[in-house]
């Protein structure tokens, strides 16, 4: 019987109960991005800019892949032709696009204003959760479905949509008619 010092014993238990390293995935896409969307940056008008990336959406069809090259003589004739054989390949169904809108900039959503959408989405049937004042998923998931209703695709509060919801003013000459 081999006898392993107790302090041996004692650091392979704490490096056993250590986290595990981060699995990567890069290469599997999220079609809806997760957590809490980006802030809006500063734009120079004193205003803020939301700026939101949609990935490309790929899918795998079958097509013909070129296995063996074509053989060709020095004067140009085809001496054997190219080999082909079926195998899926991708083909874009959405190409990756970046939309760019007027968003509240992130010193205005408070709690209190985080809140207050949540009120209106709730009052307009999009938001059925507890109203916490926190921008959490179900908050994005409802401000997302409210503004993809009327035409952009984000879960980004957008300044239209709060002025729409009666949160922001609205400037005098903006008011129709």
């Known amino acids: 019987m081999i006898r392993v010092p107790a302090p041996l014993i004692a650091m392979a238990l704490v490096a056993a109960c250590s986290a595990p390293e981060p699995v990567s995935r890069a290469s599997t896409p999220e079609p809806q991005p997760v957590g809490p969307p980006p802030m809006a940056t500063p734009s120079g008008d004193g205003g803020c800019i939301a700026h939101e990336i949609t990935p490309a959406v790929y899918e795998q069809v079958m097509g013909e892949v070129q296995v063996i090259q074509a053989e060709i003589a020095p004067d140009g004739t085809v001496v054997r032709p190219p080999v082909y054989r079926k195998a899926p390949v991708p083909r874009i169904v959405r190409p990756r696009a970046q939309i760019t809108f007027d968003a ?35 908050t994005t998931a409802a401000i997302r479905r409210y503004q993809s209703d009327r035409g952009l695709n984000s879960a980004q509060l957008s300044l239209e949509t709060a002025r729409g919801l009666g949160l922001i003013a609205v400037e005098r000459d903006q008011i129709p008619g």
Do not use: H, K, W
């Open 104 to 138: 509240p900039c992130p010193e205005q959503l408070t709690p209190e204003f985080i809140a207050s959408i949540q009120r209106a989405l709730g009052a307009r049937g999009y938001f059925s959760g507890n109203v916490t004042g926190m921008l959490d998923a179900p």
